[in-house]
């Protein structure tokens, strides 16, 4: 039932978008006809009025109405604006137009993100209602999976993978658990008190990916990127603080002020030879020690 009501919103956000403006009548009457609406019911006002209250509790997006126009979203230009909030929306606008044309599905390819949907909708649920959930979860680390309660605090996507940012009953920090070794996730009554000063996007902000609290310093990074790569970064920073701090035919130096992570090195030797870090100097010799390493496996 969580998952068809939460398909149901996003159906509501993606018709309002493209409509621009729409009455709740001729909404009531597209959803009658939608393959989505496996009853064929009407949407009722009451509970079209408890959807848009879900919808702003969940996605942060606030539907209005014109008394003449209908209904718009009133704050469109700040969807784009939120990377995981835009990405679900657009997971899910998929799986719906997916629904709805069947004939399709053999020539729109995805990559796999493992486990998104068999537990995000509960964890996305439990976050919008403020609930504590019991979860089982297998860690990469250990032999048996541990059964705990757990606070949730955020979710967050990072290479074709979910995590669950929580802190489980006894801890006094939250820590990340990847929805892959979910093995399962019960939303329970207790509510989940987080701290009021908790900001989702200020607990990652310094970081590259999901590894956060290491010894290593706040601090500028800067790489020098081949010209044939420096579109790439253009189009998708490798974080929000990305700056050009030289330009020439040959490249480009970005700067980064972050925490330089496991993460952030693994991306950048993904890059292979045409990205160099300048500076700082302990970290440009972190990244040269493992490139020797890499070497000696091919000697």
């Known amino acids: 039932m969580a998952k068809s009501y939460f398909n149901r919103y996003v159906w509501l956000i993606d018709t309002i978008q493209r409509h621009g403006h729409i009455t709740r009548v001729e909404l009531s009457r597209l959803w009658e006809n939608s393959p989505l609406n496996e009853t064929g019911e009407e949407l009722y006002e009451r509970t079209f009025h408890n959807h848009r209250q879900a919808i702003l509790d969940t996605f942060g997006i606030e539907i209005k109405c014109d008394r003449s126009l209908g209904y718009y979203i009133s704050n469109e ?112 009554s207790k509510k989940a008190k987080v701290p009021a000063s908790f900001n989702a996007e200020e607990f990652f902000a310094d970081h590259y990916g999901i590894i956060v609290g290491t010894d290593n310093p706040l601090c500028t990074v800067e790489l020098r990127v081949d010209a044939d790569q420096v579109k790439y970064f253009d189009s998708l920073p490798l974080h929000w603080t990305q700056k050009k701090v030289e330009e020439t035919p040959e490249y480009t130096v970005y700067s980064y002020h972050l925490i330089p992570s496991f993460d952030f090195q693994q991306e950048i030797l993904g890059r292979g030879a045409s990205v160099e870090v300048l500076m700082p100097d302990w970290f440009r010799e972190e990244v040269k020690a493992e490139i020797e390493a890499m070497v000696k496996k091919y000697d």
């Open 77 to 188: 230009s700040d969807i784009g604006n939120e990377g995981v909030r835009q990405w679900l929306l657009e997971s899910i606008q998929m799986n719906n137009i997916l629904n709805e044309t069947a004939d399709m599905r053999d020539r729109i390819l995805f990559e796999n993100v493992p486990s998104s949907y068999q537990w995000l909708t509960t964890l996305v649920n439990a976050l919008r209602e403020r609930k504590c959930i019991r979860m089982t979860y297998q860690s990469f680390w250990r032999d048996e999976p541990a059964t705990f309660v757990a606070l949730p605090y955020c979710l967050k996507l990072f290479k074709q993978r979910w995590y669950l940012l929580a802190r489980s009953d006894g801890k006094q920090t939250p820590f990340l658990y990847g929805l892959d070794r979910i093995q399962n996730v019960e939303v329970l």
